[in-house]
């Protein structure tokens, strides 16, 4: 059974920054991506950004580039979301997904392609 657990979530004014991780447990294949998705009350779950196994090629949603950044720590089965520049509209619970397709080029933004999943974590970013 694979297990992805996310932390770093909180409250924090317009501005300012979250380091979210998400760490995985459990047997899954070797390379594998792993991307982050947020869902705000009312609407429906989006893509923000997604990492390859070799942590090297990512993928950003156009509403977080050159804000946010995707990284992995493979040896801690770590992914993890630096969030600067936060807006209130970055409010919102964030899900860690992990896709146990092995892709070449670059990570899916498609949830419906992530196989594991986790429980979220909620970021509020008051103005």
């Known amino acids: 059974q694979v297990q992805l657990v996310e932390s770093g979530g909180g409250l924090v004014q317009a501005g300012g920054s979250l380091r979210l991780s998400c760490a995985v447990s459990?047997?899954?294949?070797?390379?594998?991506?792993m991307g982050w998705f947020r869902q705000a009350p009312g609407k429906e779950r989006e893509f923000v950004a997604a990492?390859?196994?070799?942590?090297?090629?990512?993928y950003y949603a156009d509403s977080v580039k050159g804000r946010f950044t995707i990284s992995r720590d493979n040896a801690k089965i770590t992914v993890y979301l630096q969030m600067n520049s936060l807006k209130p509209e970055d409010t919102a619970v964030y899900y860690c997904?992990?896709?146990?397709?092995?892709?070449?080029?670059?990570?899916?933004?498609?949830?419906?392609?992530?196989?594991?999943w986790g429980q979220g974590t909620q970021v509020t970013v008051s103005s």
């Open positions: 459990g047997r899954f294949v070797s390379r594998y991506a």
């Open positions: 990492i390859l196994w070799n942590a090297i090629n990512t």
């Open positions: 997904a992990l896709d146990q397709s092995l892709r070449v080029w670059e990570p899916s933004r498609i949830a419906d392609e992530y196989d594991y």
